[in-house]
C-alpha cells in the first residue's frame, strides 16, 4: 500500500482543502485513493500504483466556471482566469505532480505559510481574511495586515480540493461554508456522493442566526449519517 502524509499547518480550510486535493491527484493516477485525519496529520492511502500516463484525467476535476466563481469569489474576473491559466498549466505536468507527491512519501515538518506568490483568499481560508497581523506601532496607522501567501504547489492542490469538497451556501444574513472531515474518505464516495448529500442538508442561515442554524445542519448531517449506515 502506498502512502502519503500531509502534516497539518493549523490553518483549518487551507489543510483539509490541500489534503483533499493529493486524494484527488491520487484517485486520477490510480483510481484509488482514501483519505484519514490521523490528528496532526493527514494521511492518502491507495491499494495500487500511479499511473503518469493519466496524468489528463487531473483535468476532469477541475470543475466548471461556477466552481471558480465561487473559490475565488473576492477577486475579479481577469484576476480569476490568469489563476486558473496557472493552476491548470502547474497540474497538468506530470514532473511537477510527481515532485509533490515523492515530497510527501514520508512525515515531515508543516508547509511554510508566508512564502509564495499566491494569496490564500477568504473563500479558500476563513482564517486568512484580515491577512497577517503587520507589527503595529504607538502613533502609526491602521494596518489590515499582509495577505497570506504560499506555494504554486500548495495553491493549487487547495484549490483542486476546494472544488471537489467545498460547499457553499450563500443567503441574506451571510455565507456558510462547510467541508467535509475525512474518515478514511474515498475520494470517489467524495465526488460521487457525500459533497451532494451534505450540500442537500446545509441550507442557509435561519434567521435566527448562528446557533440554530448550525444546530440544524448537525441535525441533517446525522440523519443523513445513519441513512448511509
Known sequence: ??????????????????????????????????????????????????????????????????????????????????????????????????????????????????????TLYQPMELAATKGIRDEILLKKQYSEGSSIKVTIDDFSLSVLGHINATIRKLSNMGMVFAIPSPTRTRILHLIRDIKKNIDDSVKGLHRAWWFPSLAQIAVNLVIEELRIE
Open 1 to 118: 500500500m502506498n502512502r502519503y502524509f500531509l502534516p497539518k499547518t493549523g490553518w483549518e480550510f487551507f489543510d483539509v482543502s490541500r489534503t483533499y486535493g493529493v486524494g484527488i491527484v491520487v484517485h486520477a493516477l490510480s483510481g484509488d485513493a482514501a483519505v484519514s485525519d490521523m490528528g496532526g496529520f493527514y494521511l492518502i492511502e491507495l491499494k495500487g500504483e500511479l499511473n503518469f500516463e493519466r496524468i489528463d484525467q487531473i483535468h476532469r476535476f477541475l470543475g466548471g466556471e461556477e466552481a471558480w466563481d465561487w473559490t475565488f469569489l473576492t477577486i475579479g474576473r481577469g484576476q480569476r482566469e490568469k489563476i486558473k491559466k496557472d493552476v491548470v498549466k502547474f497540474l497538468g505536468n506530470a514532473e511537477n505532480v510527481r515532485n509533490i507527491l515523492d515530497c510527501l512519501k514520508k512525515l515531515g515538518s508543516p508547509v511554510s505559510i508566508g512564502n509564495g506568490e499566491y
